[in-house]
């Protein structure tokens, strides 16, 4: 898979989470529970304040590397954090980030965000784990734009 190196600027994420873990039996059903949820209970429409429509499954809180325990979000970017909020807050931090590009259609996206996890894992990336997430561009269906970003490991950190 090819990638490129980017830098992002802080993002002030809400939504909701749930730990997890790469290896849990449960791991695919908690994370789609989370996507149903966010969308069949409206949550993203309660979201005030967001920076754009792309929605954002972020995986932070690491408790060690991809094989340890993680908490998975599905969010949007808001323009500033709120005071209060019956949903997660988390930011993504500013830092080097190696950005992946699919293109899929959405009605089997599983599958192809699966394989492109897996192909990401086996790369030999100085990987920071503190913050990674898949950024969906659009909400076309049948030709879904994800951007999968991967947090790295600063230079002289």
């Known amino acids: 898979m090819n990638y490129e190196i980017v830098n992002l600027q802080e993002k002030v994420m809400v939504g909701i989470a749930a730990r997890t873990n790469n290896h849990a039996p449960d791991m695919g059903a908690v994370i789609g529970d989370l996507w149903h949820q966010f969308y069949a209970d ?3 429409e309660n979201i005030p304040d967001k920076t754009d429509g792309k929605a954002i499954g972020l995986y932070t809180d690491y408790a060690g590397d991809a ?9 949007y970017a808001v323009e500033h954090q709120p005071e209060h909020s019956q949903y997660e807050i988390r930011r993504i931090p500013e830092g080097p980030y190696a950005r992946f590009v699919i293109h899929c259609d959405m009605r ?3 599958e192809e965000i699966s394989k492109a996890w897996q192909e990401i894992w086996k790369m030999n990336l100085p990987r920071a ?3 990674d997430f898949e950024e969906y561009q659009n909400d076309d269906m049948e030709h879904a734009e994800i951007h999968f970003y991967i947090g790295l490991k600063q230079f002289g950190k």
């Open 42 to 44: 409206g949550i993203y």
């Open 108 to 110: 089997t996206s599983s």
């Open 129 to 131: 784990y503190i913050c």
């Open 67 to 75: 094989d340890d325990d993680y908490t998975a979000m599905v969010c």
